[in-house]
C-alpha cells in the first residue's frame, strides 16, 4: 500500500498537469482565434482610410468634383440600400 504522503504528491502532481493542460488549451484557443478572426477595428480603419485616400486622389482628376461629388452620393446610398437589405434578411 502507499502511505498518504505518496497520495498526497501525486495528487498534487495530477492538479499541476490539469493546471497545465488548462493554460495550454487557453493558449491554443487564442492562437486559433488569432488566426481565424480578422484584424482589429483600428487596423482595417487605417487600411480603409488609405485606400479611400487614394482612390479620391486617383478619380477626382479624372471625373471631376462634381461628377466625383455626384458618384459618392449615388454610391452612399447603394450601400445603405445594401445595407438595409442585409439586415432585413437577417432577421
Given at each position: 500500500?502507499?502511505s498518504?504522503?505518496?497520495l498526497?504528491?501525486?495528487k ?5 498537469q ?6 495550454q488549451?487557453?493558449l491554443a484557443?487564442?492562437d ?5 478572426s480578422?484584424?482589429?477595428t ?10 479611400a485616400a487614394?482612390l ?7 471625373l471631376?468634383?462634381?461628377r466625383f461629388?455626384r458618384?459618392?452620393?449615388y454610391?452612399?446610398?447603394?450601400l445603405a440600400?445594401?445595407r ?8
Amino acid at each position: 500500500m502507499t502511505s498518504s504522503d505518496d497520495l498526497a504528491a501525486r495528487k498534487a502532481l495530477l492538479t499541476a498537469q490539469a493546471d497545465l493542460s488548462r493554460v495550454q488549451l487557453t493558449l491554443a484557443w487564442i492562437d486559433l482565434r488569432n488566426v481565424i478572426s480578422p484584424p482589429a477595428t483600428s487596423e482595417r480603419s487605417t487600411g480603409a482610410r488609405r485606400m479611400a485616400a487614394f482612390l479620391v486622389a486617383a478619380a477626382l482628376p479624372f471625373l471631376g468634383r462634381t461628377r466625383f461629388g455626384r458618384l459618392l452620393r449615388y454610391a452612399s446610398f447603394a450601400l445603405a440600400a445594401l445595407r438595409a437589405l442585409s439586415n432585413w434578411r437577417a432577421r
